[in-house]
């Protein structure tokens, strides 16, 4: 499934809100640089320093939902964490990747 996200995002040109969890130990950093980088349409990312792999039942669980439903509400408006990255930042605040899943990456 992951793969096959990674080879159709180069054809993915709507909206789309790409949230990671920095304490993420499921799904280094390496594929989700990949995917963002291959997203052509308008993209929103939100990176949680203390989130893990399933940010939408972690313990702040709330401010994700919060996030997700204000952007499925209004796509440009701020998201209420305050968590958003831009593009241009996405390299200087992604952790550094850690040993590549190169399945994934390709």
Same mark, same amino acid.
């Given at each position: 499934?992951?793969?096959?996200?990674?080879?159709?995002?180069?054809?993915?040109? $709507?909206?789309?809100?790409?949230?990671?969890?920095?304490?993420?130990?499921?799904?280094? @950093?390496? =594929?989700?640089?990949?995917?963002?980088? $291959?997203?052509?349409? @308008? #993209?929103?990312?939100? &990176?949680? &320093?203390?989130?893990? &792999?399933? #940010?939408?039942?972690?313990?702040?669980? $709330? *401010?994700?939902?919060?996030?997700? #439903?204000?952007? *499925?509400?209004?796509?440009?408006? @701020? #998201?209420?964490?305050?968590?958003?990255?831009?593009?241009?930042?996405?390299?200087?605040?992604? =952790?550094? @990747?850690?040993?590549?899943?190169?399945?994934?990456?390709?």
């Amino acid at each position: 499934l992951m793969g096959e996200g990674q080879r159709s995002a180069k054809y993915f040109d $709507k909206p789309a809100f790409v949230l990671y969890g920095r304490q993420d130990q499921v799904i280094p @950093p390496g =594929p989700i640089n990949s995917l963002v980088n $291959k997203l052509k349409g @308008p #993209l929103k990312m939100a &990176h949680y &320093h203390e989130g893990y &792999h399933m #940010l939408m039942r972690d313990l702040q669980r $709330k *401010v994700v939902w919060d996030d997700i #439903l204000s952007w *499925v509400r209004d796509s440009a408006a @701020p #998201l209420p964490s305050g968590m958003e990255i831009k593009r241009e930042q996405y390299d200087r605040v992604m =952790p550094k @990747p850690r040993r590549s899943l190169n399945k994934f990456t390709k």
